[in-house]
């Protein structure tokens, strides 16, 4: 038995469909995000798992224990949430002890699992500060010791990090990974940064317009993404129109405008859509070539430095592409240079066909 | 003074010169020697502050004036907190008219209003009481503390209760420990505009006192058509010195607030 089971869940705000037949579950100690654009319903599905909206329909269960009748006070889910929403009246000790009092902990015990929760989040020598004297990351690591202390059967993050700058929220999230980690705390992180949530989950669960499109490991949702939007939306990629031409052994032909090249089967999808297809190719997956070696011919327009890679736009005749190379010695391209480019036909990724968003 | 103008500063001086005057005065004639109303004063003494003490039915005014003050805005808190915790942030129909109803006394002549106070105790057999004023006065002062406590309430970050919630505090529990200690700012900022507002009430007052129960403001209204002697000059410092004297400690108090409070739950 699954130990969180999203099933069929769905919320209604009169005529907007805020979440619509939402399935999904999720193993103890496991660490799930959801990712989507704004407005995708992401909140909305965490406030129903914490009791804070009921759904329209469809059930939440705890190792099959219905949660939707059970007040949110009594669910035991730990949440953090964007705005921090610490106690400002309170010190940083009387915030993480108060989910301790309401458990109605003795206080010689209660002192000592303060204490422990600081300490797993480095806070120990601030113990007695107001969260107004404190700096957004610091003020992070309050509400998540105040929400793991309760030792909660969930933890709930709902974009935590998304106020700390670059740096800073890279730390936190090495840290939060640590964390979870080591206390195998079942954790659903909202956010609607993908390399966030590729960083830190066992599994991403895509979401568009209330509606789950795929839920896998960030690496197998990368490179095999079910559908255009989750393609488009976990990192970059060169999206092209294309068609079908024929079918071969192992793959098929595919053309886009005059140029044609060979990839892997196409999805079922393709035959009724009288082989339109989506053509996606990650910049990561394309190599230069002499000019004139390519299965496509271009011209480098543009070059950006990126530290550890570079970026290249190059002009072709199925559009603009972008090219991303390590940088491992000089730069392989000169701006306005001349240049081929070529890729690896089973990285070429065919997709159902939708306008685009 | 680099950053306001010449100007700026000078309209400050005017105001806070404008604002002052009269209490200046009031206090100046208040230490006259002579048996008339001076200013500046020919000489310097407490002779009518004296003079105060001699008069026992001036003290027990003001001691009413104070429990009545206590009273009516201790009242109108309880009455004020929910109010605002159900108008400022839940959508019900007739939220409009109720605000618009705690917030009439405001809108309602101060005369009218003190007839129809009149009309409605005599209707119960309350007038002249002390429980009579203390409703009138709640009703009257409920819109200056319902403004500063809706004031903080609308400025409240949901989530926060929530979290609250979240950790497994009970409805009750949340509004104790975590709401109001929120809005306590504006509960104390109401509660005290409210009690300055009771203390010095004359219009509405006049209509629904009896000799029993006579306020600080009627008595020295009373005394002022009979007599100008410069006794309401001392009297008038008394209460000035008593109204800053109580900002100064609240002050102190709404410092402490927030520690008080705060260490509660060690
Ligand atoms: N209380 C509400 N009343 C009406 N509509 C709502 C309410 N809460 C959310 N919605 C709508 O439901 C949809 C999903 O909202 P939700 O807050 O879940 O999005 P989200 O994915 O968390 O977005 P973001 O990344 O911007 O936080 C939005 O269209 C939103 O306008
Ligand atoms: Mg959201």
Redesign the pocket.
């Known amino acids: 038995m699954a130990f969180l089971e999203l099933t069929g869940l769905t ?1 209604r ?2 005529e ?4 619509e037949d939402f399935d999904l579950t999720v193993e103890r100690g496991e660490f799930v995000s ?1 990712l ?12 129903m798992i914490a009791g804070f ?1 009921q759904p329209t329909a469809g059930s939440i269960t705890l190792e099959g224990r219905d949660l939707v009748a059970v007040k949110a006070r009594n669910r035991g889910i730990g949440i953090v949430f ?1 705005s921090y929403a610490l106690f400002p009246h309170m010190t940083v000790a009387q915030n993480v002890a108060f989910g301790l009092e309401m458990r109605k902990v003795a206080p010689a015990e209660r002192q000592r699992r303060v204490e422990q929760a600081l300490a797993l989040v480095h806070l120990e020598a601030l113990a007695g500060r107001y969260p107004r004297a404190m700096s957004g990351g610091q003020r992070q690591r309050v509400a998540l010791a105040r929400a793991l202390v309760i030792e909660p059967e969930i933890l709930l993050l ?2 935590p990090l998304s106020n700390l700058d670059a740096k800073l929220r890279e730390e936190m999230q090495l840290e939060l990974r640590g964390i979870q980690q080591r206390m195998g705390v079942t954790t659903i992180l ?1 956010t ?1 940064d993908q390399t966030e949530a590729m960083a830190l989950s066992d599994r991403v669960a895509v ?1 568009h317009r ?1 509606r789950l499109v795929q839920v896998a490991d960030p690496l197998q949702a990368y490179e095999n993404p079910l559908t255009d939007f989750v393609s488009s939306f976990l990192g970059k990629t060169n999206r092209l129109e294309g068609r079908v031409l024929e079918r071969q052994s192992g793959g098929c032909r595919v053309a886009v405008g005059e140029t044609t090249f060979e990839a892997p089967p196409p999805p079922d999808e393709a035959a009724a859509g009288g082989g339109r297809v989506i053509v996606s190719i990650r910049p990561e997956k394309v190599e230069f070539r002499p000019a004139g070696a390519g299965l496509v011919e271009g011209r480098a327009a543009a070059r950006i430095f990126l530290g550890d890679h570079w970026l290249y736009q190059v002009e072709t005749p199925l559009g603009v592409l972008l090219v991303i190379r390590q940088n491992a010695g000089p730069a392989e391209v000169e701006t306005g240079g001349s240049v081929g480019l070529a890729w690896d036909p089973a990285q070429v990724r065919l997709l159902p066909y939708e306008a685009q968003a | 003074m680099t950053r306001n103008g010449p100007f700026a500063f000078l309209f400050s001086a005017l105001f806070v010169v404008f604002m002052t005057a009269p209490l200046v005065v009031v206090m100046g004639v208040s230490l006259t020697p002579e048996g008339f109303l001076e200013f500046p004063p020919s000489g310097l003494s407490l002779r009518w502050f004296r003079a105060i003490l001699e008069n026992p039915d001036f003290i027990d005014a003001a001691w009413i004036s104070l429990y009545l003050g206590i009273a009516s805005a201790s009242l109108a808190t309880v009455l004020a907190v929910p109010a605002a915790l159900a108008i400022g942030r839940r959508r019900f129909a007739g939220r409009d008219f109720l605000l618009a109803l705690f917030m009439s006394p405001l809108t309602v002549p101060t005369i009218v209003l003190g007839i129809a106070f009149l009309r409605f105790l005599s209707q119960f057999g309350l007038n002249g009481t002390f429980v009579g004023l203390t409703l009138c006065h709640a009703i009257f002062i409920t819109p200056f503390i319902l403004r500063l406590v809706l004031a903080s309430v609308t400025g409240l970050d949901r989530t926060i209760e929530k979290a609250a919630e979240s950790l497994g505090a009970s409805d009750f529990t949340v509004f104790r420990r975590v709401t109001l200690p929120m809005i306590m700012p504006g509960v104390v900022g109401g509660w005290v505009l409210a009690f300055i507002t009771s203390f010095d009430e004359l219009t509405v007052t006049v209509f629904i006192v009896n000799p029993s129960t006579t306020t600080l403001p009627v008595r020295l209204f009373a005394h002022i058509t009979q007599t100008t002697d410069p006794l309401v000059a001392s009297i008038s410092t008394v209460v000035i010195l008593f109204t800053v004297g109580l900002m100064f400690l609240i002050e102190r108090l709404y410092g402490l607030d927030r520690l008080l409070v705060g260490g509660e739950g060690r």
């Open positions: 919320k705000f009169g907007v469909t805020a979440v959801l989507g654009p704004s407005g995708c319903g992401k909140t909305t599905t965490l406030q909206e964007q709902d974009e909202v609607h979401m209330g």
